[in-house]
């Protein structure tokens, strides 16, 4: 191994990055892209897996054009990937069907029919994964309901990292991390679950073989390595999930700590030295390398909703934006300041997307709650940013019952860059919020774990001489009290809305447009 340059390559819902880190951790190149996501009717979030397999090639080629290095001064490239994605494929490694990504939750009727069965309990404790339509196990349920001709046809069910791995190398094989957020492996025979896949009507050979999240591959297509400006032998690691390599980028990778990051989703999350379950199952948990599990919740509409009230409600914000220059996000960071703690009464459940964590209840929809006539757009601004702080210290809230106290809370995501945002929720949690100076959380994860498994650091804890502190928020308790207060509001308008929620869920489904 000549070169000492490592590349983190995070495969996100909305866009993919690469960046490329010196053994030291400093950045020399880096490459985004972003791709369109498919929403043909309610509950369906679909995406080409052809569009993203481009997009990562593009991206890393690019970074290291950027970088102006040769193929011989990169020492590997280490994948981070999004969870719970399912694609069809034929024997040839064809897609059969768009990919459908963790937001679909077209798999809702199946999850009742679970949810009234006692196999409920059994999918949690053996998988560490809720009953929700995010994970596979559902989605290929489905598959077998609602398109048996593409279920019959299907040589594997696979997720996207694995499509992008068989174009890569030719094979099939899936890391611990991703199989384990997929409710059909077993977190303590660590193997897919038999009794799971006799459930739905498939046999293993029909997914993919699991590989520890540091396993090694020095086989590149020639034609791929020529794309990605790598030598056909580099060392390509398997890798994570992005949402444990969020958390290992951080470095909050000892007991105690939690990471809370906001990106199109959200989540909070814990290291733990073995797989743990919650008697509520409210918390998932996945494999993070070895003996090493990253226990947390995540929630469905974190910047996602952000960005709809910018679309919705901000074009003309838009406008200027571009023409000066500007960030549209800024623009409404600062409505969102010009408006008090609590907007003067105004709550948002932003559930557009249903929600997991920690109520796993995909019927779920937005709300605004307590709306006058002095409520504007600021207010709205406000009110959507708090509404997904809400939700994120529910989460917050469940994860410390089942682990134990937290005693430092850092924080990662798009999200970071908003300070009103990070403020309110150091108010909201009633915690010293900390901002690691990493801006790349799960590419910078991936990094590390690459470097993890090619001998460059010898324990995962090392990431901690990589990892600055650029601000430390620090809650108002003056908001604190306002927030506490709202909050419980929020939780009560949610509960009671439960029937409403299903009704309006299968009014949606079932629209003729």
């Known amino acids: 191994m000549s070169g000492q340059n490592i590349i983190g390559v995070d495969i996100g819902t909305t866009g993919c990055r690469a960046v490329i880190y010196r053994p030291d951790g400093t950045t020399i190149g880096s490459r ?10 309610a509950a369906w979030a679909e995406q080409d897996p052809e569009e993203i397999l481009q997009g990562v090639l593009e991206v890393v080629g690019g970074a290291i054009a950027e970088a102006k290095l040769a193929p011989e001064e990169i020492a590997g490239l ?3 990937s999004v969870m719970h994605s399912v694609i069809p494929v034929d024997e040839h490694g064809n897609a059969l069907d768009r990919m459908q990504t963790w937001a679909d939750s077209r798999a809702q009727d199946y999850i009742e029919k679970v949810k009234a069965s006692p196999d409920a309990s059994t999918i949690y404790f053996k998988t560490g994964c809720p009953i929700h339509p995010m994970y596979p196990l559902f989605k290929i349920i489905w598959f077998k309901n609602e398109r048996p001709d593409i279920f019959s046809r299907t040589a594997k069910f696979i997720g996207i990292k694995e499509y992008i791995c068989h174009r890569l190398f030719g094979k099939y094989f899936v890391d611990e991390s991703i199989a384990s957020a997929t409710a059909l492996y077993n977190i303590h025979t660590r193997t897919w679950d038999e009794d799971l896949l006799a459930m739905i009507g498939i046999t293993a050979d029909r997914l ?57 989703s959200g989540a909070v999350r814990m290291i733990t030295n073995k797989p743990q379950a919650d008697e509520k199952q409210r918390t998932w948990c996945y494999n993070l390398a070895g003996d090493t599990w990253v226990l947390g919740g995540a929630l469905s509409n974190g910047g996602v909703a952000f960005r709809w009230a910018r679309d919705k409600f901000a074009t003309t914000e838009q406008r200027v934006a571009a023409n000066l220059g500007l960030d549209t996000y800024d623009i409404l960071g600062r409505y969102a300041e010009q408006k008090p703690a609590g907007c003067e009464g105004l709550i948002m459940l932003p559930l557009f997307s249903g929600e997991r964590a920690p109520y796993y209840n995909a019927n779920a929809r937005g709300v605004l709650f307590g709306l006058n006539l002095n409520h504007g757009k600021r207010h709205l601004v406000r009110a959507t940013l708090e509404g997904i702080i809400y939700r994120m ?19 990662g995501g798009s999200f970071t860059r908003s300070k009103v945002w990070v403020q309110i929720m150091a108010d909201v949690f009633g915690r010293v919020i900390h901002v690691p100076g990493e801006p790349e959380g799960s590419a910078f994860g991936a990094a590390v774990l690459g470097m993890y498994a090619l001998g460059m650091i010898s324990d995962l804890k090392e990431v901690e001489k990589f990892i600055t502190i650029k601000e430390i928020y620090y809650p108002n308790e003056e908001n604190r009290e306002i927030y506490q207060r709202l909050f419980g509001i929020y939780e009560r308008v949610y509960w009671n809305l439960q029937s409403e929620f299903e009704e309006i869920a299968e009014i949606q489904r079932t629209w003729k447009k």
């Open 78 to 80: 280490c994948f981070s």
């Open 32 to 41: 985004s892209i972003e791709y369109p996501l498919y929403t043909p009717q």
């Open 393 to 411: 210290y529910s989460i917050f809230k469940s994860l410390e019952e089942v682990a134990g106290e937290v005693n430092e809370i850092r924080v």
């Open 208 to 264: 993919s073989e699991v590989l520890p999240t540091t396993h090694t591959e020095r086989s590149l297509k020639p034609e791929i390595a020529q794309k990605l400006g790598l030598a056909s032998d580099t060392a390509i690691v398997l890798g994570a999930s992005d949402g444990v390599l969020s958390t290992l980028g951080s470095g909050a990778i000892n007991p105690g700590q939690v990471t809370a990051m906001i990106g199109t």
